[in-house]
């Protein structure tokens, strides 16, 4: 074999475990990588995330394993190589112009500003490009033997059952809400998943009328918030609150109640990137009035007049009666 070839045979294996490596991350946690997928705002249907997330989990680890294994199908598998990177790129360059994104989440164990992962894909698809060519190009006798040949399907095999299981786990550990469901088998909304037990009390967010902040610890905006609710929650008529919480780290809900005394109950929802992103808004804060489980009104980064409140408050209970 050709020194050449050898150095683009080298260069395909290295270029299959780069692929892998970046696919265990977002396979291991496909909840946070959902949520970092939104940062292109290209996919407006948070349900829609954990699909789309499953689908770059097979497609990278189906590469990452046909490049390794050498599943060139001629020259199919490095076209489909270098149209992910272009479409990728273009995602990425629209993303940063159109919302300034900060983190392209192509790596996720380490982040990647639009800059640097625009210059890894240009050298992906350079080492691409040449190992293509000397291996499966037009003067590759790499090119020439059957499509499935000796070998081949044992190979083939191999890659789509490691990619088919590790996409089944990772649709299989999406987070998702058990709704509670109403007296004709219908689910009811979001909130009724939530049933908590606190020092305070217990709350069915599924059953009677709440007011619901959805806070993140280390928010800034939610800290300032607090007193804010405070005053609202002891006005006349006002509803229990009861605010759900996401934290990145065990602990930061703790510091957030020393630092903020909130006169409510806390509920974390500590590993649940993807239920907090799908019950807020595009504000990292997010009031909710919850009524029988669903959010019949929503204030993003603000709270309503007590006046406001208390005039929906009343056509809700109306509307109840």
């Not at 089944?168 to 979001?190: H, I, M, N």
Request: glycine share 10%.
């Amino acid at each position: 074999m050709q020194l050449s070839v050898k150095i683009a045979r080298i260069i395909e294996v290295l270029v299959g475990v780069f692929y892998l490596l970046g696919a265990l991350p977002k396979m291991a946690d496909i909840n946070a990588f959902s949520v970092q997928m939104s940062a292109y705002h290209v996919i407006e249907d948070r349900q829609l995330l954990p699909v789309f997330g499953c689908i770059t989990v097979f497609a990278e680890f189906s590469l990452g394993m046909a490049l390794m294994f050498g599943l060139r199908l001629r020259g199919l598998t490095y076209a489909v190589y270098h149209g992910m990177l272009l479409f990728f790129s273009v995602l990425i360059v629209y993303a940063w112009a159109a919302h300034g994104l900060e983190d392209c989440g192509c790596f996720p164990l380490i982040a990647m500003s639009p800059q640097v992962s625009l210059i890894k894909n240009a050298i992906l698809l350079l080492l691409g490009a040449y190992s293509g060519w000397m291996l499966s190009g037009p003067g590759s006798a790499l090119r020439r033997p059957p499509l499935w040949g000796p070998g081949m399907w044992p190979r083939f095999v191999c890659a789509l059952a490691v990619s088919v299981l590790a996409t089944a786990y990772a649709w299989a550990t999406v987070d998702r809400l058990d709704l509670a469901t109403d007296g004709g088998g219908e689910a009811k909304g979001p909130f009724s998943a939530f049933h908590i037990e606190t020092p305070e009390g217990v709350y069915d967010l599924g059953q009677g009328t709440y007011l619901v902040p959805i806070m993140s610890m280390t928010c800034e905006e939610c800290m300032a918030k607090v007193p804010e609710i405070n005053e609202l929650m002891f006005l006349p008529g006002m509803p229990p609150v009861v605010a759900l919480c996401f934290e990145e780290e065990p602990g930061e809900m703790e510091r957030f109640r020393n630092d903020t005394q909130p006169m409510f109950p806390l509920h974390s929802l500590i590993g649940r990137p993807l239920v907090y992103f799908s019950l807020r808004g595009e504000d990292s804060f997010r009031l909710s009035l919850v009524c029988g489980g669903k959010a019949v009104a929503v204030w993003d980064g603000k709270l309503p007049s007590p006046e406001e409140l208390l005039s929906l408050l009343e056509k809700e209970d109306a509307a109840g009666g």
